[in-house]
Every structure is written in structure tokens, then in C-alpha cells.
């Protein structure tokens, strides 16, 4: 067989593959390996396939997309750090309005651990609407998991920001959907 490159890649390419098969334990098992898909492909590549691959798979089992809130959650060091971890909140924000609860949860939860290590600026700019779109969501799942992502919004927004999520929790406070 001709060497047609780095050898050392093909175990990654099929971790890769595997995100993709139509076998659950495959793409399981590549979901609990993302931050090793992560690290050969490198932070650029990372943010720019790898995430938004995953922002699209939300229509998964759902034990592969447990896995996948979990990951996330501890994915920072993997898209470059906390300067471009709002990367992350598009996968979980989806993550987290998906029907089953435990999916929900454990993206709000991983959510809230980006959004705590997120630089200031960017809480304002992308943690705090995200919030803002789950608690306005059309379907109370993405409402209820807002009311998780609260109060690491609120620690650390703005004085506006504060009176704006105030208002906010007070309108799902009021929501006449079962929550």
C-alpha cells in the first residue's frame, strides 16, 4: 500500500466517519472522543467544521446528543479559548431545546460553564441573547431551559442587561405553560 500521506490521521478519519454512521455505539463512541477529533483537527478547523457539524446534528438519538451537551461543555480549550468560546453556545442553545429533559439539562448546565468562562464583552454579545432567544422560545422547552442559564447571565451582565432579564424571568415567572 503506498503512503499517500500522514498515517497518523487515519485513526482520526475514522472517528470522523463514525459521527456520521448510521450505528448508534459508532457515533457514540466518536462523540465521547470529540475532544480527539478536536485536537487533530486543530481550533480553526474546529470552529469553522467541526461545530457547526454539530449544530446540525441535533436530530440524533438521544443519548448521542447527552454525550454531545456533555462534550461541549468542556470543549473551551479545544475552539481557542475563552475568546472564541461562543462558538459552543449555538450547538447547546439548540442542544438545549430539544424534547428530552436530560439533553436539555445537561446542555444548559454545559452552557452555563462556557458562558461562566466567556470574556465580559462576549456575555452581552452572545451569552445573553441566547438566553434571551430560549426565554421567548416558541415551544416551552426551549423556555424551560432558560430559566437554568439565569443567573450566570445575570452575574455578569450589564446594568441594562440585569433590568432586561429581570423582565424576562418575570414574564416566564407568569408563562401559563406547565413548567
Not at 52 to 77: I, K, Q, Y
Not at 107 to 125: F, I, N, R, T
Amino acid at each position: 500500500m503506498p503512503d499517500n500521506g500522514d498515517d497518523s490521521l487515519y485513526p482520526i478519519a475514522i472517528l470522523i466517519d463514525e459521527l456520521k454512521n448510521e450505528d448508534v455505539a459508532l457515533r457514540l463512541n466518536s462523540i465521547k472522543r470529540l475532544g480527539t477529533i478536536a485536537l487533530a483537527l486543530g481550533e480553526d478547523r474546529t470552529r469553522k467544521e467541526l461545530i457547526p457539524f454539530l449544530t446540525e446534528s441535533n436530530d440524533d438519538e438521544d443519548e448521542v446528543l447527552l454525550a454531545m451537551a456533555e462534550e461541549l461543555g468542556n470543549f473551551v480549550r479545544y475552539v481557542g479559548g475563552p475568546q472564541h468560546a461562543h462558538v459552543l453556545l449555538t450547538p447547546l442553545e439548540s442542544l438545549s431545546a430539544v424534547e428530552e429533559t436530560v439533553v436539555r439539562d445537561k446542555a444548559a448546565e454545559s452552557m452555563c460553564k462556557v458562558g461562566a468562562q466567556l470574556p465580559d464583552g462576549h456575555v452581552m454579545e452572545y451569552f445573553v441573547p441566547a438566553v434571551k432567544r430560549l426565554a421567548t422560545g416558541e415551544w416551552f422547552t426551549a423556555r424551560v431551559s432558560s430559566t437554568q442559564l439565569f443567573a450566570t447571565a445575570y452575574a455578569r451582565a450589564s446594568s441594562a442587561g440585569k433590568t432586561d432579564l429581570r423582565s424576562l424571568f418575570g414574564q416566564l415567572c407568569h408563562d401559563e405553560t406547565p413548567m
